[in-house]
């Protein structure tokens, strides 16, 4: 637990200097009265923040330098939207366009690879948090493809596979761990909440062995709290293919197998913001 303990003590001396947040942080979402006030993005004054990226200050970067943008070419791959009083990020992708294509895939993310304090390793507990915004969805409808849309993930570095993320897939968002074969929907049906802020909260403790766990949370436009959806206990976390020291998070538009010819729809965007990592490490947090 050496790295979890180090990365609490680091988390008071780097909030000013990494998290661009403030007391009156980022308020997602906030168009008009009707919408849901995700704040940032927990509501609580729970547990350490080791990292925030609001996007407040209206550039892709969030004010981190070593925040990854997107790799897709395409001018709007990745945006700033106004959002409320300050800015979200939108990430674009256009089927059979090579410039909306990273990494031999159709995808435009943006990442922590590069930034300490979103990267976890074997030993840490942590909190993710995310405000999602499904911009102009077009559902699901029988007859379509029914491929899956990557939103959010938790990945392995060094090429491997994700630990977790979370998909749109037809008309829900589900929770997957693809190495250990877990899944569940935490969004039963998200039509209801097109062009609307939804909030998800992801809790792992990362471990080489069985001791680890994942919790899924979410919080729907008109709720005040976040509800636990699903839990994985006892499970082995991180467990790269290929060998890898660390892992780091991506957010964005990932939408792996995806063709025009197979009736795939053929431009999607989505918005996040109030991403945020937490250090769990020193209690228990519901």
Do not use: M
């Given at each position: 637990m050496e790295n979890s303990t180090r990365r609490s003590v680091l988390a008071a001396a780097?909030?000013?200097?990494?998290?661009?947040?403030?007391?009156?942080?980022?308020?997602?979402?906030?168009?008009?009265?009707?919408?849901?006030?995700?704040?940032?993005?927990g509501g609580d004054s729970g547990p350490p923040a080791l990292l925030t990226v609001d996007y407040a200050n209206?550039?892709?970067?969030?004010?981190?330098?070593?925040l990854t943008t997107t790799h897709a070419t395409a001018d709007d791959a990745s945006y700033i939207v106004a959002s409320g009083a300050d800015h979200a990020v939108a990430h674009k992708v256009t089927l059979g366009?090579?410039?909306?294509?990273?990494?031999?895939?159709?995808?435009?993310?943006?990442a922590t690879n590069d930034v300490h304090e979103g990267k976890f390793v074997v030993g840490d507990e942590q909190?993710?948090?995310?405000?999602?915004?499904?911009?102009?969805?077009?559902?699901?409808?029988?007859?379509?493809?029914e491929s899956?849309?990557?939103?959010?993930?938790?990945?392995?570095?060094?090429?491997?596979?994700p630990s977790f993320y979370l998909m749109t897939k037809r008309n829900s968002i589900a929770f997957r761990s693809p190495i250990l074969g877990l899944q569940a929907g935490v969004v039963g049906d998200f039509r209801p909440y097109i062009d609307e802020w939804m909030h998800?909260?992801?809790?792992?403790?990362?471990?080489?062995?069985?001791?680890?766990?994942?919790?899924v949370s979410t919080r729907m436009p008109g709720e005040s709290q976040?509800?636990?959806?699903?839990?994985?206990?006892?499970?082995?976390?991180?467990?790269?293919?290929?060998?890898?020291?660390?892992?780091?998070?991506?957010?964005?538009?990932?939408?792996?197998?995806?063709?025009?010819?197979?009736?795939?729809?053929?431009?999607?965007?989505?918005?996040?913001?109030?991403?945020?990592?937490?250090?769990?490490?020193?209690?228990?947090?519901?």
């Open positions: 780097l909030a000013g200097a990494i998290t661009v947040a403030s007391g009156t942080a980022a308020q997602a979402g906030l168009d008009d009265e009707d919408r849901s006030v995700p704040g940032p993005c209206g550039t892709l970067n969030s004010g981190i330098p070593d366009d090579p410039s909306y294509v990273s990494d031999g895939a159709p995808r435009s993310e943006s909190r993710y948090e995310f405000s999602l915004l499904l911009k102009d969805w077009k559902p699901f409808a029988p007859g379509d493809s899956g849309d990557i939103v959010f993930q938790g990945k392995h570095a060094g090429g491997n596979q998800f909260r992801v809790d792992v403790r990362w471990t080489d062995d069985s001791t680890g766990y994942y919790r976040f509800t636990l959806r699903q839990t994985y206990e006892n499970v082995k976390t991180f467990h790269p293919v290929n060998p890898a020291e660390f892992g780091y998070l991506k957010w964005g538009l990932y939408r792996p197998g995806q063709t025009l010819e197979q009736g795939d729809v053929p431009t999607r965007t989505v918005h996040h913001d109030d991403i945020r990592v937490l250090d769990l490490s020193q209690g228990s947090h519901q």
